[in-house]
């Protein structure tokens, strides 16, 4: 229990008595003790508990106490961080709050059971980040890559786990942005840089010719050494 560990830890300052510049500097520090963190997250002013549920350092228990704060600032901070539970992800997962579906969309220790639901969220930008999220399934990738925003689609192809098949589909995708985005993935094929030199969209076309340039030059001195 929180109130256990607040109640039989020995500090032996006044915490009400600290400034709140002091505070945050406390709550901020990855070296602060957990039995301080603790007494923090029952700060009154919701800045301080927010950077807490912030703090990696922070306990897992500490997290659960947050994630039920009135304030959602608050839990938004927890939503992100990365030790906490995938319980309390879950129970996010489901949050009206678009701020906290975005954070556990970015947190990578969240599962591909939660992202997997959350690639089919409402909003754009949560479907966004589930696609640049590293813990995102090939399946769930690939769903992403026929989404109606270009954003989404866009995301997938930078990401670095995207898989080959996927990132020559996106060569040819309507949006040049998503077009540009595999060309700034290393994973892309030569082939394909290739082809995308010849893109309609100058700025495509310069960059890809860049990114081969770029390769060339790489093996190069590769071979050199």
């Known amino acids: 229990m929180l109130s256990e560990r607040i109640n039989n830890m020995n500090i032996t300052m006044n915490l009400s008595k600290l400034s709140y510049e002091t505070k945050r500097a406390l709550a901020k520090d990855e070296q602060t003790s957990p039995e301080l963190l603790a007494a923090l997250a029952t700060d009154k002013d919701p800045r301080i508990r927010k950077i807490v549920a912030r703090n990696e350092n922070t306990p897992v228990e500490v997290l659960d106490f947050l994630a039920k704060d009135k304030d959602w600032w608050v839990r938004m901070g927890v939503a992100g961080n990365r030790n906490t539970s995938v319980e309390v992800l879950s129970m996010f997962e489901q949050d009206e709050d678009d701020y906290i579906r975005y954070e556990v969309a970015t947190n990578i220790k969240t599962p591909s059971t939660i992202l997997s639901a959350l690639a089919k969220d409402e909003n754009v930008y949560v479907r966004e980040v589930v696609a640049s999220n590293p813990n995102t399934i090939t399946e769930i990738l690939e769903f992403l ?81």
């Open 145 to 225: 890559a026929d989404d109606e925003d270009y954003e989404v689609r866009e995301a997938v192809a930078e990401n670095e786990h995207t898989p080959i098949a996927l990132l020559i589909k996106l060569a040819e995708d309507i949006s040049s942005d998503v077009r540009a985005a595999v060309v700034r993935n290393k994973n892309t094929p030569s082939d394909t840089l290739v082809q995308l030199t010849q893109d309609e969209r100058f700025y495509v076309s310069i960059t890809a010719r860049k990114a081969l340039e770029g390769r060339k030059a790489n093996a190069k001195c590769n071979i050199e050494k």
